[in-house]
């Protein structure tokens, strides 16, 4: 009962919530886009693009979260860039903003994981049989029509596994919101992880209400994923 009186636990689940419903559409949308160009046979040098892509995956969680908070100061040099190019003409509080510090963890997280996706989509896009896309083409099928009726319906089981991990990787989210903004300001970027770390560590020590807040955790993987699998399977 305390959960459905807990403000705080409300601010965390709304955020994370939020994060969930923003970013993970970005992420698989922007990952089929890179796999579809990169399984291109025109473009030279994609081993090189895949790898640049790839390696933010490799990198530690702590470390990228410190790089990224440096360049989203008020004088860091995304302010800086964007001044230079007139986009701007004062500087974004990126990390004192609550509107954006949401969009600065959203901008991580996509940069940390695209090329994670992307893996996955362009392993399964090379073992589709290339005789499928020359019937397409001797048909005189474009290929912006190839990529949504052929390429994408044949990697439904990927884009499910994929939603589904991204899902439960979105509900887990803490290092990003620990070390980039700590949760602030004003609680905006808190989420349900860092809530159950604060209530074990940082406040005074509740392991049995942490365990209830994570259990909150669990039950939302759970539905999310059923209700994914469940879409899959109807279309």
Same mark, same amino acid.
């Given at each position: 009962m305390r959960l459905f009186h807990d403000p705080m636990f409300k601010t965390a689940l709304l955020n994370t919530l939020t994060f969930l419903v923003i970013q993970v559409p970005i992420m698989i949308l /922007? =990952? /089929?886009a890179i796999s579809s160009c990169l399984n291109s046979p025109r473009l030279k040098y994609k081993q090189w693009f895949r790898l640049a892509i790839f390696l *933010?995956?490799?990198t530690s969680l702590v470390a990228y979260s410190i790089l990224f908070k440096s360049m989203f100061e008020l004088d860091g040099v !995304?302010? =800086?860039f964007l001044l230079f190019l007139h986009i701007i003409d004062e500087p974004i509080a990126w990390l004192a +903003? *609550? %509107?954006w510090a949401k969009v600065t963890i959203i901008i991580? !997280?996509?940069w940390r994981w695209t090329g994670y996706n992307m893996i996955f989509y362009l392993s399964a896009m090379q073992n589709i049989d290339k005789s499928v896309y020359e019937a397409a083409r001797i048909d005189g099928v474009s290929p912006i029509k190839q990529f949504f009726f052929i390429t994408v319906p044949l990697l439904k089981p990927v884009i499910l596994f994929? =939603? !589904?991990t991204s899902t439960i990787g979105t509900l887990q989210l803490f290092d990003e919101v620990m070390n980039i903004t700590n949760g602030g300001p004003a609680n905006s970027t808190l989420t349900l992880s860092l809530y159950i770390y604060n209530l074990s560590f940082s406040f005074v020590p509740n392991f049995g209400y942490a365990a209830a807040v994570s259990y909150v955790i669990v039950a939302f993987a759970a539905v999310l994923a059923l /209700?994914? %699998? &469940?879409v899959a &399977? +109807?279309?």
């Open positions: /922007l =990952s /089929l *933010p995956c490799v !995304i302010n =800086s +903003d *609550p %509107f991580a !997280i996509t994929t =939603s !589904i /209700l994914q %699998f &469940k &399977k +109807d279309r």
